[in-house]
């Protein structure tokens, strides 16, 4: 098992297996939540998650989101950004330095 797995649906992550990490297909939240739960006690340090299933799986996120790994990661998916990702780092930017130096608002 890699150190490094991405979860989603398979015409957006396929290519991350030609880049040497665990590849998983899966759309669904619920499974979705095990899965990142299941790699989480496996040891993966870092696992990206399409868009539409990061916002599928906030509450197994939102458990993680405090622990030093796994680190989850949204990413666009094949249909292109949706704003999850930028949301995710700007609220992380903030919380580390306590204010929004990215955007301003």
Do not use: H, Q, W
């Not at 880049?19 to 993966?44: C, K, Q």
């Amino acid at each position: 098992m890699a150190d490094i797995a991405i979860i989603g649906d398979r015409d957006s992550v396929l290519i991350a297996k030609a880049a040497g990490l665990d590849v998983y297909f899966e759309t669904e939240g619920e499974r979705a939540s095990r899965l990142i739960s299941r790699l989480a006690r496996e040891g993966v340090k870092v696992i990206f998650v399409t868009e539409p299933v990061y916002a599928a799986c906030g509450e197994v996120i939102a458990k993680y989101r405090s622990e030093t790994f796994p680190a989850i990661i949204p990413v666009p998916d094949g249909s292109g950004p949706s704003g999850v990702s930028m949301a995710a780092i700007k609220a992380n930017v903030e919380k580390a330095i306590g204010a929004d130096i990215l955007f301003n608002e």
